[in-house]
């Protein structure tokens, strides 16, 4: 990232052409710049409509609402100007281009608004990674979780933490320096102690979510796995309504994964379609099952299938995660003739075990069904996650793992190294919400963001 002496601006609205294109300008230049294509600067947060002119030739290039926000009461800290314009891709060109001749300006890099925004203490590193997520939200239940983060939900809980536990470090320091001192109290180890204990405590009940918040931002994994030629094609463009995968009566149609995203009642799912898994001498082929393999053992969750012809469909798939056993085809079985001479199909004893036609669509309303029950339940019905990303739960645990040696330490009497695992708590705390040593981490998590934002 470039130093924040420089005037930044950028397009902040959606792909042109558009209804309005918002241009935003943030920096010392900023109210310059306004003035120059508009010719005066509004009352702060007061809009007003405007001709935006080129400030070289006078010429007009659209009629505006130019707004400014002085800072450090804007959204970047800086002085911010916007310019609400048409959003024809000429009108906006046009005002970049005056824009690139102002003495001071520049085009902005991705992020770099939210940036200046951390950098001037308007965001920590869990809102911002709240205003990521809601950037890239493509469920209600995403979006609901982005807006608590960005909002503080646990940005709150750590800064409560953390001046708790400043609190028991100084108890810790004062019980070592000043021992001999007859204005401090005789208990502040066993006070700094049970600080300890109690954040340790309430830090476990957090990490103890079964990753809720993680499953929900990156989406469960559904795999629908099985033998050649049981359907898995079949049934994925049912559920997904649109013919997604090659169906064909030959077995090693699908080679490669084929993946597609669900939206279940608010839960983002990601349903996978593979390879018929077998023996076979074709390389392609074999690739195919290994990577089939590969991505249902790794899913959240095996949908495994085997047509109504097949005598033990248990026999073909076991360990691994979760797997529900689904029966398809069976629409051939009536049209056979065998549903009614043969001995009657048993009622599947496992509530997890189906029986169903993709084709004429019997049984998969109940799959479907208990497909989003179970994406609900994994993302759970209680308290919302507070911990929403990996990086967010490594630091957590590192700060959990420090308090949990300090409370070692101080129950075995030795002050110092007690004092020392407070510290070294305190600071994972800090780097969570990028209080102290995150330089590493800024440029990896902004240059995720769309330039404008």
């Not at 959240?300 to 033990?312: F, K, Q």
Request: glycine letters at 10%; aromatic letters at 4%.
């Amino acid at each position: 990232m470039v130093g924040t002496v420089d005037t930044i601006y950028a397009l902040s609205s959606g792909p042109l052409p558009a209804a309005i294109g918002v241009v935003r300008i943030s920096g010392p230049q900023a109210r310059a710049a306004l003035e120059s294509l508009v010719g005066r600067v509004p009352e702060s947060r007061r809009a007003m409509l405007a001709n935006v002119r080129d400030p070289e030739s006078g010429e007009t290039i659209d009629q505006a609402l130019a707004l400014f926000f002085e800072g450090p009461n804007s959204e970047t800290g800086e002085d911010v100007a916007e310019i609400q314009l048409h959003g024809g891709r000429a009108v906006v060109a046009a005002t970049f281009a005056a824009l690139r001749r102002l003495p001071g300006l520049r085009p902005a890099e991705a992020g770099e608004f939210t940036r200046r925004g951390f950098d001037n203490g308007k965001l920590d590193l869990t809102a911002v990674e709240g205003l990521a997520d809601l950037i890239a939200a493509e469920t209600e239940a995403q979006r609901r979780q982005a807006v608590r983060q960005l909002q503080g939900a646990l940005s709150d809980r750590v800064e409560n933490w953390r001046l708790r536990l400043i609190e028991a470090m100084a108890l810790a320091e004062a019980g070592i320096d000043f021992s001999d001192e007859a204005d401090v109290a005789t208990d502040v180890a066993v006070r700094a102690l049970d600080a300890a204990r109690l954040l340790r405590r309430e830090i476990g009940q957090v990490l103890a979510d079964g990753r809720r918040g993680e499953r929900l931002r990156d989406g469960l994994v559904v795999a629908i796995a099985g033998p050649p030629n049981a359907g898995k094609s079949t049934l994925l463009n049912r559920i997904a309504r649109r013919e997604v995968a090659i169906v064909s009566p030959h077995a090693g149609t699908t080679r490669d994964v084929i993946e597609v995203d669900l939206d279940l009642s608010g839960v983002p799912v990601t349903l996978l379609d593979t390879a018929g898994i077998r023996e076979t001498d074709d390389p392609v082929e074999q690739e195919g099952v290994n990577r089939a393999r590969s991505r249902a053992a790794a899913a959240d969750l095996v949908l495994w299938l085997t047509d109504s012809e097949t005598a033990n469909p248990d026999s073909e798939h076991g360990g691994g995660p979760e797997t529900w056993r689904v029966r398809t085809k069976i629409d051939l079985l009536a049209r056979s003739g065998k549903a009614q001479d043969g001995p009657a199909r048993p009622v599947p004893e496992n509530a997890h075990a189906y029986e169903l036609s993709a084709v004429s669509g019997e049984g998969l309303d109940r799959l479907l069904a208990d497909l989003t029950a179970f994406a609900q339940s994994a993302i759970g019905r209680g308290e919302p996650a507070l911990v929403t990303r990996e990086r967010q739960r490594h630091l957590l645990e590192q700060t959990e793992a420090a308090l949990s040696r300090a409370v070692s330490e101080g129950e075995g009497g030795r002050e110092d190294t007690f004092a020392e695992e407070l510290r070294v708590a305190a600071q994972a705390l800090g780097r969570l919400t990028g209080r102290v040593d995150v330089e590493d981490l800024l440029d990896k998590i902004f240059r995720d963001f769309c330039i404008g934002k």
